[in-house]
């Protein structure tokens, strides 16, 4: 079973401060990597995906990832209380019966307070 | 703007009831959609694979007699819940992916489904 973990959180961070969401994955052959965010009510929404070791920007929002850590991050600067939400990360199969498939962490709640 | 397309977006209704989602791509081609199941302050589980052309792949534990998935042409999947029940009850969430190159998954806006 490929799993993928996260902090389910909450994690609350105030306006304007630096959120920092981690995830690790179990597939060591994994190669894309997804970040979701998802209101309530709401269906998940893509923030940013990432394929390659390193940072990578887009915003205020930086994916990082170390594979030979099977490691992913997701930090949000300037933190907005329009970021309260769910963050899921989700993992691509590699092979066998995964391939092509996501798998999705438990996700983390963020509260972003005033 | 949507890339994926679904309907309806909420239904509400007896038990014993067969109901249809529909899910659609709007700018491409999608060989293979995804149908995911997502109760109340958990996680997106992957229910099924899509095919086009071809029979659908369960994942463990799916009831592919009570779930029906017909991929009939390259931008439209639909799931059919057949004889749903109170336990059925949940987020329907489908997603499709533009299969040219390594493109990511994009949504549907989801189907709350409640059962009386």
């Known amino acids: 079973q490929k799993e993928v973990e996260q902090n389910s959180g909450p994690l609350s961070v105030p306006e304007g401060a630096i959120a920092s969401l981690n995830c690790t994955y179990s597939d060591r052959g994994s190669q894309s990597f997804f970040w979701y965010r998802q209101y309530s009510g709401k269906s998940p929404e893509l923030i940013m995906s990432i394929y390659s070791n390193g940072d990578k920007e887009d915003g205020r929002f930086t994916a990082q990832l170390n594979k030979a850590s099977q490691y992913v991050s997701l930090l949000i600067r300037d933190s907005q209380p329009s970021d309260s939400a769910t963050y899921l990360c989700?993992?691509?199969?590699?092979?066998?019966?995964?391939?092509?498939?996501?798998?999705f962490g438990q996700g983390t709640i963020l509260t972003v307070h005033p | 703007g949507a890339v994926v397309s679904q309907h309806p977006s909420r239904v509400i209704c007896k038990s014993g009831t067969s109901v249809k989602i529909e899910c659609r791509s709007l700018d491409f081609q999608a060989t293979t959609m995804f149908w995911y199941r997502q109760f109340p302050k958990q996680s997106l589980m992957l229910m099924a694979t899509s095919n086009e052309g071809s029979k659908a792949t369960y994942e463990q534990g799916v009831e592919k007699d009570k779930f029906l998935i017909n991929h009939a042409s390259l931008t439209l999947s639909t799931l059919t819940v057949t004889s749903a029940h109170p336990e059925d009850s949940s987020f329907y969430i489908c997603s499709a992916r533009d299969p040219t190159g390594d493109q990511p998954q994009h949504f549907g806006d989801g189907t709350r489904l409640s059962i009386l």
């Open positions: 989700a993992v691509k199969g590699a092979g066998g019966t995964s391939y092509g498939k996501l798998t």
